[in-house]
C-alpha cells in the first residue's frame, strides 16, 4: 500500500497568532491522521519553531516550503535541510512552481535541493508541472517528465523509494481551475510509468500528489483516481475546517 498525504502548504502566508489558531484546530481534528494517511503541514522557515512547538508530537507531520541548495557558509538569507531538520522537519518541499518561475530554480537546482533535503533524512516533495501554454503546445508530457528526470539523472530512481512527488499544473495553482480528475490521473499514470521503466517496485511505492486549486468540494473524487495518492494544499490548507475536511478525503 502506497502512503497517502495530505499537505498544507501555506506560502507566504500566516502570523504567530493566526498560525496558532489555525495548528490548534488542525491537532483537535486530525483525527484520521497516520502513518499512512499523513496530514502534513508546510511552513515559512519563521515558523518552523511554532510547529515545533504546536505539532511536535502529534500526529501531524510538518516542513518548509524549500531549502537551500548549501549546506552551511557565506549565503546570506539561506536556510539549509539541516536547519529545517533541526526542527524536528520530516517534510520539505522542492522546485514548487513559484521557486521555479520567480527565484530562478532551474531542474538542475530543485535536484540538488532534493538532495540536500534527503541527505539530512527529510522527504522531498518534488513539485512538477506544466504551464498553460506548455499544455496548450501538447507538451505535458515533456515537461514534467523533464522535471522528473533531472532528480532521477542526479540522484538515481532508488532516491524516490524515500520522496513524494506532486504534480501541480502551474494553470491550476491558485486560479481556482482544478484540472478535472481525469485530466490528473492521465499525468500521474504518466509519471508513474516514467518511474516504471526504471524500477517498477519503487514507481508502485511513490505517492504521487496533485496540487491545484484543491477544495473540500473536490478532493474526494481526485483521491478516488487510481493513480492520485492525495493532494498538496495552497489556499485551502489556511482554514483549518477546508484543511482537515480535505484530509478526511484521503
Ligand atoms: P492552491 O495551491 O491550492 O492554492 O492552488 C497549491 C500549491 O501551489 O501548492
Known amino acids: 500500500m502506497r502512503q497517502r498525504l495530505v499537505v498544507g502548504n501555506w506560502k507566504l502566508n ?3 497568532a493566526t498560525n496558532a489558531a489555525l495548528l490548534r484546530a488542525c491537532v483537535e481534528g486530525a483525527d484520521f491522521a497516520s502513518p499512512a494517511k499523513v496530514l502534513g503541514v508546510c511552513a515559512p522557515f519563521a515558523y518552523l519553531a511554532q510547529l515545533q512547538e504546536v505539532l511536535g508530537g502529534t500526529a501531524i507531520q510538518y516542513g518548509s516550503q524549500d531549502v537551500s541548495r548549501f549546506a552551511s557558509g557565506a549565503f546570506t538569507g539561506e536556510v539549509s535541510a539541516a536547519m529545517v531538520a533541526d526542527f524536528g522537519c520530516r517534510l520539505a518541499i522542492v522546485g ?3 521557486r521555479r518561475a520567480l527565484f530562478g530554480d532551474t531542474d538542475e537546482i530543485v ?8 541527505a539530512v533524512g527529510l522527504t522531498p516533495i518534488l513539485c512538477v508541472g506544466e504551464s498553460l501554454a506548455e ?3 501538447g ?9 522528473l ?8 530512481v532508488k532516491s524516490l523509494a524515500k520522496a513524494v512527488v506532486a504534480y501541480e499544473p502551474v494553470w491550476a495553482i491558485g486560479t481556482g481551475k482544478t484540472a478535472s480528475p481525469a485530466q490528473a490521473q492521465a499525468v500521474h499514470a504518466f509519471l508513474r510509468g ?10 508502485s511505492s511513490l505517492p504521487i500528489l ?17 493513480d492520485i495518492d492525495g493532494g498538496l494544499i495552497g489556499g485551502a490548507s489556511l482554514v483549518a475546517e477546508d484543511f482537515l475536511a480535505i484530509g478526511r478525503s484521503l
Do not use: W
Not at 535536484?111 to 534527503?118: L, S, V
Not at 496533485?210 to 487510481?226: D, I, R, T, W
Open 139 to 147: 507538451d505535458t508530457e515533456a515537461v514534467v517528465s523533464r522535471q
Open 135 to 137: 499544455r496548450e503546445a
Open 14 to 16: 500566516g502570523s504567530r
Open 96 to 98: 514548487h512552481s513559484e
Open 149 to 156: 528526470q533531472a532528480v532521477i539523472a542526479a540522484h538515481g
Open 111 to 118: 535536484a540538488i535541493k532534493f538532495g540536500m533535503a534527503q
Open 194 to 203: 516514467v518511474v516504471a521503466e526504471q524500477d517498477a517496485s519503487v514507481a
Open 210 to 226: 496533485y496540487g491545484g486549486s484543491v477544495k473540500a468540494s473536490n478532493a474526494a473524487e481526485l483521491f478516488a483516481q487510481a
